[in-house]
């Protein structure tokens, strides 16, 4: 007789209820994972669709209206609405348009978590909510336009975006002067890939794109990495021991660059939502100007927007950006 060989229900159940913990570990990380692939395949078709539509328009500036009494009251405010429904919505196709106040119609959330994913937020509804230092940097000698704190509008996409914008029509078209980019930003546009299901995190679901300059515009959309590098560096040095910033973004990952002027300019108008910005100092652009350690590289200064040239021997910070 031979003996008939099994594995008891003990058995059984001890082995079931091991692999039923190691479904519960890892399940959510391949899940995040698997989301996370689809929102940056997601991002980047929105960008193409976005700086196509932005490229057919003749004009970014000088729709709807924006207007203040002499007490600086705004007595008429449809600009940003105004952008949507006269032109974008000629080259782009908008499922709905939701005005002024109306944003959670779009499906625009309420809160959002910031990149750093440190503090929520109230998803701001003005310019001024945006970034406060927006409208700093206003009537320099030299520079065109102005900064309107408009309402943002709101639309939904055919394929389920909710996007709130933030409107300059006093955008300047000018992209070779110094000084601020405020006036250089005509349309922020602040997205949520899933509308108001979550995470509604900066750098999963939701997340930015920029459109600079009135004419010939340029349209950038950033995706920041969550830390600054360690301390401030300068950009080009001459001896391999010293980190210069192409290191600097190395070093903390393979998939990391750094941002070129207007992508950095970006960053400087969405600087809430991701909790960045140092009060003294600025940060170091990819945009070169002239090599050698006595060359010159744009930066942006995150204290007032101002953007200026600086020798790459000088030292700044560093935030990278995902390739």
């Known amino acids: 007789m031979k003996k008939k060989m099994g594995f ?66 705004v007595t008429a405010d449809n600009a940003a609405e105004s952008f949507i429904l006269d032109a974008l919505s000629k ?10 106040d109306k944003l959670s119609s779009c499906g625009i959330p309420s ?30 000698a030299g520079e065109e336009g102005n900064v309107a704190d408009t309402k943002a509008s709101a639309f939904e996409t055919v394929n389920g975006e909710s996007i709130a914008i933030f409107y300059n029509p006093l955008c300047s078209s ?12 005509c349309v922020n546009f602040v997205y949520d890939l899933n509308g108001a299901e979550g995470p509604n995190q900066v750098g999963k679901d939701v997340g930015f794109i920029t459109a600079f300059y009135n004419k010939n515009p340029v349209v950038v959309a950033p995706v920041p990495y969550n830390l600054d590098y360690a301390s401030a560096v300068p950009q080009y040095t001459e001896t391999e021991e010293t980190v210069d910033v192409q290191t600097a973004c190395k070093t903390m990952g393979e998939d990391l660059r750094l941002p070129d002027r ?20 600025y940060y170091w652009s990819g945009s070169v100007i002239s090599l050698g350690t006595r060359g ?7 204290d007032n927007g101002g953007r200026g ?15």
């Not at 080259?91 to 002024?100: E, M, R, T």
Request: net charge neutral; glycine share 8%; proline share 2%.
């Open 309 to 323: 040239r600086t020798t790459r021997s000088g030292v700044g910070f560093v935030r990278c950006i995902r390739r």
């Open 91 to 100: 080259v782009y196709k908008i499922n709905n348009v939701c005005g002024p």
């Open 174 to 185: 000018d992209a070779t002067v110094n000084h601020y980019v405020q006036n250089k930003m």
């Open 8 to 73: 008891t229900l003990a058995e059984v159940l001890i082995t079931l209820a091991i692999i039923g913990i190691v479904a519960a570990i890892t399940l959510p990380s391949l899940l995040v994972n698997v989301n996370e692939k689809a929102w940056d395949a997601q991002k980047k078709a929105l960008h193409a669709r976005l700086a196509q539509a932005i490229g057919q328009m003749n004009s970014l500036s000088g729709y709807g209206t924006y207007t203040e009494d002499g007490d600086g009251a």
């Open 262 to 281: 207007d992508e950095l300019a970006s960053l400087f108008v969405n600087a809430p939502l991701i909790n960045l910005g140092e009060s003294n100092g």
């Open 111 to 140: 809160k959002i978590t910031t990149l750093d994913a440190v503090s929520e937020i109230n998803f701001p509804t003005k310019m001024s909510e945006l970034n406060t230092k927006l409208l700093n940097g206003l009537h320099v």
């Open 296 to 302: 010159l590289a744009w930066h942006q200064g995150f």
